[in-house]
């Protein structure tokens, strides 16, 4: 479904992916060091029962006590060998701290949370005023910006931005209903408040709505407050970033808003590096957002080779065309606004397979979050078009 303002690039569709299948990427519990040491420690249990059995043959309480002892200890090691083999693959405990209960690496599935989890997920409110859109100032009429501030329960890690509710999330006969949302990351060199105020996708959306062209939406602007996070990597030994963009972000929303509970009822979206957080973040994440927007970013890992502790299989999987290469793709649908000079949308287009899909914004926009400012309007439609507009669309199509 792709409205009159986006061109569809690459159509595509295969097994779902789950990302929780990607092997190990961090050292300790999923590292191969330690699998080869549980694997020779099983062969050497094995032989050493096989050693010692002969001299525990005898009926004397030390020889029985011997012999259910290594066979206690083979299947000890043998057991532990596989365990770490499956750990590595689903990546349940991919950190010690993470197997003895101080780690944070837990995640979202679909509309699930992990029971729990800390309560510092609530999102604080610090304050509220009315868009700047005709109509005045009137909640239910324009809608309404909240200022937010909140620690991610998962990455630790204290987010900061601006929330922007749509007028019918006020209306008396919408309180039991939940609403699309759309998460855009605030890059390194973006503030979430101004990042609101240079895409103003309130102005954008009410107008696509009152012309009943889309279906309303929360659009929330938002960022971590720790400037190496703002790289979105989970660094080796480092903050999380990645993983509050992805699980984090989605946690406290849901937590505090009436959200939508369908994966392909979120979206995120982001400008410049934000763009490339947000196709990773998707990629990574897509049992959570079911469609990502690049708005001005490339498709390649972030600059700084610190993000990735010198390992080049993480830099490796933070870098969305070599996990396309090497990873079945997530069942998302991308839309490219990329200017002239990037390649992104060719190369996206390229390296997307089934499900994944990659659609281009015609035209061409600069690489700051105003000059996207003018396209609010068609974004919104590809998003979430209501059933009238998804229907003129594929007629003019």
Not at 294 to 311: C, H, I, K, R, V
Not at 373 to 392: H, V, Y
Request: net charge positive.
């Amino acid at each position: 479904m792709v409205d009159s303002g986006v061109q569809s690039s690459a159509r595509v569709g295969v097994d779902a992916w789950s990302p929780m299948a990607l092997g190990g990427i961090g050292a300790g519990l999923t590292s191969t060091v330690f699998l080869v040491f549980l694997a020779l420690l099983a062969v050497a249990a094995i032989v050493l029962t096989v050693w010692l059995w002969p001299r525990l043959a005898g009926r004397s309480v030390r020889a029985v006590l011997g012999r259910i002892g290594l066979v206690l200890l083979v299947h000890v090691s043998v057991l532990a060998a596989l365990a770490g083999a499956v750990n590595k693959e689903v990546q349940a405990y991919p950190t010690w701290a993470d197997l003895l209960g101080g780690g944070a690496q837990q995640r979202i599935v679909g509309d699930s949370t992990v029971p729990g989890a800390a309560k510092v997920a609530k999102l604080q409110v610090t304050g509220r005023s009315a868009p700047k859109v005709p109509g005045g100032a009137d909640p239910a009429a324009v809608g309404q910006l909240e200022q937010v501030t909140f620690t991610g329960p998962v990455s630790g890690l204290r987010g900061t931005g601006t929330v922007y509710l749509p007028p019918e999330y006020f209306a008396k006969e919408s309180a039991k209903r939940n609403f699309p949302v759309v998460v855009v990351v605030a890059g390194k060199e973006h503030v979430p408040q101004r990042l609101m105020s240079d895409l103003a996708p309130a102005a954008a959306q009410l107008a696509a709505s009152r012309a009943n062209r889309v279906n309303p939406a929360i659009w929330a602007v938002l960022a971590d407050s720790d400037d190496t996070a703002r790289a979105c990597v989970d660094a080796p030994k480092g903050p999380l970033g990645l993983t509050f963009v992805g699980q984090d972000l989605p946690w406290v929303l849901r937590d505090t808003y009436r959200t939508a509970t369908d994966r392909n009822e979120w979206a995120i979206a982001g400008v410049a590096d934000g763009a490339n957080c947000a196709l990773r973040a998707a990629m990574t994440d897509s049992d959570v957002y079911g469609a990502a927007i690049m708005l001005g970013g490339t498709a390649g890992a972030p600059d700084g080779e610190n993000l990735y502790g010198g390992s080049a299989k993480v830099r490796s999987l933070n870098n969305p065309l070599s996990r396309l290469k090497h990873i079945p793709p997530p069942p998302i649908r991308v839309l490219v606004g990329s200017t002239r000079q990037d390649g992104t949308a060719d190369e996206l287009n390229k390296a997307a397979a089934p499900p994944m899909t990659v659609a281009t914004l015609p035209g061409t926009a600069g690489t700051t979050a105003a000059s996207w400012k003018p396209r609010m309007g068609d974004i919104a439609r590809w998003l979430f078009p209501t059933d009238k507009q998804a229907s003129a669309d594929r007629e003019g199509s």
